[in-house]
């Protein structure tokens, strides 16, 4: 077991169909738009030579419509872990963004008081824990193979940053974790040797709005 190579793909979901352009964090009742199931449809081809003996997805929609080509594709059923959903945000179902004026109004300016926790949602350390144990669960139902786990982005980040030993605080435009994008962690054993990442279903257009 020591020496035992298995790979764990955090993957992200595929654009939302979401024309407000709300920050929908974990409301029930965003799904796919058509282009986010286009994107799952190749991403699941991009699994066929992975060696994936293992299919993990947060329980919101659009994580379990992404993951369902890649169940049908390689006859996986479809495990739901309540760590791999979206992060708490305090401005989910509102228009939050650069640019948009956010930042000026007043009743907003105790959730962001403190960037580094961050005090608007889920602190950073809560979210790489949760991450880091739905990766090594998943790690442990695949031994010796390979785990799908489908995700958000920025639970996905924060636990590419935790992995990697660098500072949770950053530019949300500098996430590299584009739609429907594959994170992996590479273990031998119990213990990370790579993070790869990869885009099967192409790269994220850089006018997306950020987050999910």
């Known amino acids: 077991m020591s020496d035992t190579t298995t790979v764990v793909h955090l993957m992200r979901h595929g654009e939302v169909f979401n ?20 994107m799952a449809e190749k991403a699941a081809q991009w ?6 003996t293992h299919l993990v997805a947060s329980p919101l929609e659009r994580a379990q419509q992404t993951a369902a080509p890649i169940a049908e594709q390689l006859g996986l059923a479809i495990a739901t872990d309540e760590r791999l959903i979206e992060a708490g945000n305090a401005f989910e179902g509102t228009h939050f963004g ?14 962001l008081r403190n960037p580094f926790r961050p005090s608007w949602g889920e602190p950073y350390v809560e979210i790489a824990a949760r991450m880091v144990a739905a990766a090594e669960a998943a790690r442990d139902a695949a031994r ?20 990697e030993g ?3 605080v950053h530019d949300p435009r500098h996430r590299q974790c584009g739609l429907a994008s594959v994170t992996s962690l590479t273990y031998v054993g119990d213990r990370i040797v790579g993070v790869d990442y990869a885009e099967p279903a192409g790269a994220t257009d850089p006018d997306a709005v950020p987050g999910a």
């Open 98 to 111: 650069v640019g948009d004026g956010a930042l000026r109004r007043p009743a907003n300016w105790w959730k």
């Open 19 to 38: 024309p407000q352009k709300i920050l929908y964090g974990r409301l029930p009742g965003f799904r796919l738009s058509d282009a986010g199931e286009a």
């Open 166 to 168: 660098r500072r949770y």
């Open 144 to 163: 010796g193979h390979a785990a799908v786990c489908v995700s958000h982005q920025l639970p996905i980040w924060t636990l590419r940053l935790h992995v």
């Open 47 to 52: 699994f066929l030579d992975k060696d994936v």
